[in-house]
């Protein structure tokens, strides 16, 4: 290698460099927009959770572990853009552990406690699963608190499986809902104290995000337990052309037209 010379790859750097700027700004304006709304946008939801681990540095002192589908595109979105990595170990301090290429949801509370009972001496953050995804594993909570693992666990809850819906809507109309949502505002955070989870957080509102990711940061590394977030977002966006089902939309459908369509 000593031997050989590398070509200029200056021009395709900064190429890369002018497209990451692109893509933030794009994002960014979509966040910052609709920083308003109740319920929240997912997109804001997201920008603000990576902004409070770059903060805190969690980033670099934490294994994290993020999983879902709609709730997952946007924090990959805002982790990228911030030059975090997201599919695999980096400096030799941090973990981000995800299953993406495996097709599946769920595995991401699973693999927080593989990490822990790998790396005890580090908080175990998961800073985004959905809420549809966290019911795959929720029970893993249980171990987190029984093996007194200081975790964050930030669920992104739009009461049901927003991916799901997006198809539905595309071929049969927003009237179309079977079987993609729940309950409305289900307290997962509730249910994790159940499970010998400490106190966890509610939050609806932008303005009280952060502090509550703040707090509940202090009271997992006070208690040496998980304590879970739960943040209620906007399931009505319309995320991907085609989510699931490569099926034509019908004569009542929404036909995509866009990123972050409503």
Known sequence: AKKYTFPDQS?????????????????????????????MHPAT???NVVEWMLENNLNR??????????????????????????EFPHQ??????????????????AMAVG??????????LVPSIGDGTIYYHFVELETLSRLQ??????VHNNNGFAMVYDDQRRVWGRQARAGSFFQENIHYELAAEG??????????KLVDLKPALDR???????EKKPVVVNVMTDANIYLLEYAWWMLPSGPDGEPYSGIGME
């Open 45 to 47: 939801a997201a920008k």
């Open 216 to 222: 509940a940061l202090e009271r997992a590394r006070k």
């Open 195 to 204: 499970f010998g989870c400490a106190k966890g957080e509610f939050v609806e």
């Open 149 to 154: 693992v200081p975790a964050v666990v930030v």
């Open 115 to 124: 990490a822990a009972c790998a790396h005890p001496d580090k908080l175990m």
């Open 92 to 109: 030799g301090v941090i973990a981000t552990l995800l299953a993406h290429s495996l097709g599946n949801i769920g595995s991401a509370m």
């Open 61 to 86: 002192d934490s294994f994290y572990a993020a999983d879902g589908a709609n709730n997952y595109y946007w924090y990959t979105v805002f982790s990228g853009v911030n030059g975090m990595p997201w």
């Open 11 to 39: 021009e395709w750097v900064e190429l890369l460099k002018g497209q990451i700027e692109g893509s933030r700004y794009m994002f960014d304006t979509i966040a910052d927009e609709a920083a308003t709304r109740i319920p």
